[in-house]
């Protein structure tokens, strides 16, 4: 699978930007949070497997642009996105707000 895809680069006066998506892996307990049967992808080279798993919630696009100086490298520009993709994927795998969703009360007990 994926991770990160670069779509674009934009250069601007003194500097340039960068617009990808990276594809972060949810866990279990929060696929269903996730999960969008009416999804899209940004990236227009998706196959169908990959497309399922977003729309199943197993996997969330996040879109990303950053800026860089103007002679910023195509190695210094991906080592910063693979830094932010790391981030971005601890930070999901850490979440906790989710570790309760779907519990539920009958009226008797819970669930």
Known sequence: MKKIIILEKTNMQNYQTVSCLFWLAIPHLQR????NPG???LYKQTTPEELQMIKDGLVIEMQKTLSFSEDTTLD???A???ADYNTEQSNIETETKYDYYGTSWDGTSWS
């Open 32 to 35: 269903p949070v996730y999960a």
């Open 39 to 41: 999804a899209v992808s």
């Open 76 to 78: 210094q520009i991906k």
């Open 80 to 82: 910063k996105l693979l």
